[in-house]
């Protein structure tokens, strides 16, 4: 086990974050829920392609062997690409769709669509088609209950045109949408959850006496606001957020998250 006190790598990391690690690995027992894009992996152009960087896998894997530990992807991605790019042991809790797709330790806790849901998702796909087709290098990625028009390769202009009729096209086809803005994707389903209830859901689930919730976007906020004054906030990158401490991006995430694991490995045995 890495020597804790040894500057680096944590000295690279705010010193009210470090203390607030050390402060939430002496819980009972941790949930450590963590977003997937932006936050374990860099943003690429090609969602199928993203990987957790190789730090912040090994502390996930780490963690996920420790007892009065569980880890969680708390993702807005399909809980199939999900599984596809995080590539973790059964015993990882994956929530996919923001909260609406669950693998728990029961595999067969999935999302079950009623008629008119299903209805609504196929007007849903004809409308936002339309848009995904009339503007350049804007594409549509089918989800459980609805749909992500992401406008990573559009320019700045096509982008904007394009959340700006989507939102307008679906909103006169169909009410009672939810509708998500994110890091160049808009998402919609005709289901309503968010990250923030998901968070919650996991609390209950594994009885966590703290949450550690790291994450970049602004889906995420709801995530930080499920959050009690025990836990402990992540926010990667820029923006306004809820969260208590920040760092730059997933790097400094990885070194948090492999603090986290020497700091729970050493106090887990002494429980």
Do not use: C
Not at 140 to 160: Q, V, Y
Not at 216 to 239: Q, S
């Amino acid at each position: 086990m890495v020597d804790v006190d040894t500057p680096p790598p944590f000295s690279r990391l705010p010193e009210p974050l470090v203390g607030a690690l050390r402060e939430i690995t002496r819980t009972k027992q941790l949930l450590v829920a963590l977003d997937f894009d932006g936050t374990l992996a860099p943003e690429v152009d090609d969602p199928e392609r993203a990987r957790a960087l190789p730090e912040a896998r090994a502390a996930v894997l780490r963690l996920l062997e420790m007892p009065h530990t569980r880890v969680a992807l708390v993702s807005g991605r399909s809980l199939a690409s999900l599984e596809r790019v995080s590539q973790l042991p059964d015993n990882a809790l994956l929530i996919g769709s923001h909260g609406i797709e669950i693998r728990l330790d029961d595999p067969d806790d999935i999302i079950g669509l009623d008629a008119a849901e299903v209805e609504r998702v196929e007007k849903l796909k004809e409308v936002l088609s339309e848009v995904a087709e009339s503007i350049d290098q804007v594409w549509l990625e089918e989800k459980p209950a609805g749909f992500a028009l992401h406008t990573r390769l559009a320019t700045d202009h096509n982008s904007r045109v394009a959340h700006l009729v989507a939102r307008s096209e679906a909103a006169a086809e169909l009410d009672n949408l939810t509708v998500r803005g994110g890091k160049n994707v808009l998402e919609f389903s005709v289901r309503s959850t968010t990250k923030g209830e998901a968070i919650e859901h996991l609390r209950a689930y594994t009885g966590a006496t703290a949450v550690f919730f790291a994450g970049d976007d602004v889906t995420d906020e709801d995530g930080f606001a499920a959050l009690n004054a025990d836990d402990l906030g992540l926010k990667a990158g820029e923006g306004t957020t809820l969260a208590n401490h920040r760092v730059k991006g997933p790097a400094e995430v990885a070194r948090a998250l492999a603090m986290l694991a020497d700091l729970r490995e050493g106090d887990v045995h002494e429980q």
